[in-house]
């Protein structure tokens, strides 16, 4: 339905802001209004000025930092998603959402259920409630000092893998792997890896592969998402549906 609503003009819009709430966990308000102020792209996260919890920082993984950059122009208005007229927020979310999933199974459906959706995932991942609070800004644990100019390395690595596993969701992709790799092996592994490219300082076989990562078809890239990742994760199968 997203792909077929998104090949219409007049629903591109509204199709952006879905897969971005179903990436985040943001709550609608929160994405319909988000400010280009709001949203850090280099240190992956997004400084929300009003959530219901007030000010909140929340981590974005790979798949958003990258959508909002290729978004992002040199001529933009204040929001995001903006509306017709002046300066103004998206507007018609609500219509075009009741029209893309009318008479269909969907149909009683509410943009809230893509929140629920997002931390139920992370959890099936092995996520804790603590991160996941973090992640979507529960009052519990939301991310909310504004002297914080860093995020945890862990929630942006944890944001990266969900929102990569629910990318690759929305695009057709059947994993076989549902949860995180835990055995000792795995976690060799990836801590070899990890530690060999920082001792090395290869500088250029680091590039070299975030260039390949680039270059591979889109259903391997969704899940790995470049190296953040894999570090924390290992590999995992992917299989085009």
């Not at 219409?8 to 400010?35: F, P, W």
């Not at 391997?220 to 299989?239: D, F, K, P, V």
Request: contains cysteine; proline residues 3%.
């Amino acid at each position: 339905m997203l792909r077929d609503g998104a090949k219409q003009e007049k629903y591109t819009t509204a199709v952006d802001i879905i897969r971005q709430l179903a990436l985040t966990g943001c709550r609608r308000s929160e994405m319909i209004g988000l400010k280009w102020t709001e949203a850090d792209t280099e240190a992956s996260y997004l400084r929300l000025e009003d959530s219901k919890e007030g000010e909140s920082i929340r981590p974005i993984g790979l798949p958003v930092v990258e959508y909002l950059e290729r978004r992002r122009t040199d001529d933009v208005g204040t929001y995001v998603f903006p509306g017709q007229g002046e300066d103004n927020a998206f507007g018609s979310f609500p219509t075009h959402w009741k029209h893309l999933f009318e008479d269909s199974p969907l149909s009683d459906v509410t943009p809230h259920v893509l929140r629920h959706s997002f931390a139920s995932i992370a959890n099936d991942l092995g996520f804790t409630e603590v991160t996941i609070a973090a992640l979507v800004g529960h009052a519990k644990g939301s991310v909310t000092s504004k002297y914080i100019h860093t995020l945890d390395t862990a929630l942006i690595m944890a944001a990266d893998t969900i929102a990569g596993y629910i990318q690759g969701l929305l695009d057709g992709i059947e994993f076989k792997q549902t949860a995180y790799a835990l055995d000792r092996d795995s976690r060799k592994a990836a801590l070899a890896r990890f530690l060999k490219r920082a001792s090395d300082g290869d500088l250029e076989a680091i590039e070299e592969e975030r260039r390949l990562a680039a270059q591979m078809p889109r259903q391997a890239c969704h899940l790995t998402s470049a190296t953040r990742t894999q570090t924390l994760t290992g590999e995992a199968e992917t299989q085009s549906a």
